[in-house]
């Protein structure tokens, strides 16, 4: 199993990663490829995408191409709870080299302001 958590903080403010479980054998570019999946899904209620909201909290894959995600939502009671984790899922089924995923609805942390990107908080005019 590869871990690529540890990376999401050190990604979010564009330094590089003292090891890249990314370039594991068997996984070339996985890392890459999944992180630009989680780009491509949207909050509902606010226009960033769940990666550079701070939404993701791990991510892991296995040799075989399974992946894991730990991901959370602005709040609890957000009204796409239900179907926040099903979108996740299927884009990062979409990537090449995944054979399964699995998205984990957790609420601990809880999600914060703090956990978004540089990028996120320029277009939302908190920089």
Request: overall charge negative; charged content about 20%.
């Amino acid at each position: 199993m590869f871990r690529f958590s540890n990376l999401m903080k050190t990604l979010r403010s564009d330094q590089h990663p003292e090891q890249d479980p990314g370039t594991a054998p068997g996984l070339p570019g996985l890392e890459e490829r999944l992180i630009e999946a989680l780009r491509g899904v949207y909050d509902p209620e606010i226009p960033i995408n769940i990666f550079d909201l701070g939404l993701i909290y791990d991510i892991a894959a296995d040799a075989s191409g399974a992946v894991q995600v730990r991901m959370t939502l602005t709040a609890p009671a957000c009204p796409v709870a239900g179907s926040m984790p099903g979108q996740v899922e299927a884009a990062l089924r979409a990537v090449e080299g995944v054979t399964d995923a699995q998205v984990e609805l957790v609420w601990d942390p809880p999600w914060s302001a703090e956990r978004m990107s540089d990028e996120a908080r320029l277009q939302l005019g908190l920089l």
